[in-house]
């Protein structure tokens, strides 16, 4: 618990307090406390695993909206089999600029 309040900039209470509450909300135990400290229950797991792909859609989201807003910016994704991305797509890359006009 102390790492995630760390890592998420709160107090400890906060963080135990948010999971008290979702655990009553939902009305089971997320996480397991023991002596080496919380590991997810297997509803904590599905949560979690749900939770993830949520804010990855959130994420997603964001980007879509930033290009919409500005269609000068975005990202590219390259890939390649192994033998191309290795010989020929870092002279390619690195010749492109850092920012394409539009």
Request: hydrophobic share 40%.
């Amino acid at each position: 618990m102390a790492k995630a309040a760390e890592h998420l900039r709160v107090s400890q209470s906060a963080v135990s307090e948010i999971i008290a509450n979702l655990e009553y909300a939902l009305g089971v135990r997320l996480l397991d406390r023991g002596p080496r400290g919380v590991e997810p229950t297997i509803y904590g797991n599905a949560l979690l695993k749900r939770g993830t792909a949520a804010f990855d859609e959130l994420k997603q989201s964001i980007k879509d909206i930033e290009y919409l807003a500005d269609p000068t910016t975005g990202e590219v994704r390259m890939h390649a089999r192994s033998p191309w991305r290795r010989a020929i797509l870092p002279p390619i890359m690195s010749s492109l600029p850092d920012k394409i006009p539009a």
